[in-house]
């Protein structure tokens, strides 16, 4: 099934540890992204990459790293997790990133940093 | 501060009735624009955009208003169904490749 997969679907983490949330798109889309929810303050842009190779910071970036080595996998990385970053986190992707365009979401990662 | 919002964070419609969700933006070069909905547990799915060069766009039971004198966008949803209760976003095109999101209006419809 053409989409969007996120894994872990959930994930409890304790404060300092190293996590990684998987993305992986199947549409051959060049541009992605990722994104946090929370609570009353809507979707909000974490990192994204407009292509295989490239990446650039959103609204939210501290804290976050991200790799983009070939088109399907956008992986984001907590390098040392704190309770802050306790939400819901979206992966999206586009199929260009120049000039606006639909993006899709997958299914989300809930993360709950103790 | 955010450059998209809603007018009202929840709407409670009955079953059978129309729904207009409303959303504000302040960004006047913004120029393309996307209504998605969230149910509970999911991703947000796309309903239906619109670009600038428009004022109105129709799509299966959902109609999207654009007024850019007032920067007004609503979403209309005709005989709203049970299913169609759930959270919905308006999303604007800030740069070539960002969306901005509003806060988002939960929808709730009454049998």
């Known amino acids: 099934i053409a989409g969007i997969t996120q894994a872990p679907t959930s994930q409890i983490l304790a404060a300092g540890r190293r996590m990684t949330l998987r993305c992986t798109q199947d549409m051959r889309h060049n541009a992605m992204y990722w994104y946090r929810q929370d609570l009353g303050l809507g979707l909000r842009l974490i990192h994204y990459s407009n292509t295989a190779g490239t990446t650039g910071k959103g609204e939210v970036p501290d804290g976050y790293s991200v790799s983009r080595a070939n088109t399907d996998d956008f992986p984001l990385t907590l390098a040392s997790a704190v309770p802050s970053q306790t939400s819901v986190y979206f992966c999206?992707?586009?199929?260009?990133?120049?000039?606006?365009?639909?993006?899709?979401f997958g299914p989300g990662t809930r993360l709950t940093v103790l | 501060g955010e450059s998209v919002g809603l007018h009202l964070p929840t709407l409670s419609v009955q079953e059978g009735d129309n729904s207009i969700i409303n959303c504000a933006y302040s960004n006047s070069a913004s120029d393309y624009f996307i209504w998605y909905k969230q149910e509970s547990g999911k991703g947000p799915q796309f309903i239906i955009d619109i670009r600038s060069n428009m004022d109105k766009r129709q799509g299966q039971r959902v109609t999207v208003l654009l007024n850019k004198t007032v920067k007004h966008l609503s979403l209309q949803i005709a005989a709203t169904q049970p299913g169609d209760s759930a959270v919905y976003f308006c999303?604007?095109?800030?740069?070539?490749?960002?969306?901005?999101f509003g806060a988002g209006t939960t929808v709730t419809v009454r049998a």
């Open positions: 999303a604007e095109n800030t740069d070539d490749y960002k969306l901005s």
């Open positions: 999206a992707s586009s199929e260009t990133s120049g000039g606006a365009n639909e993006q899709f």
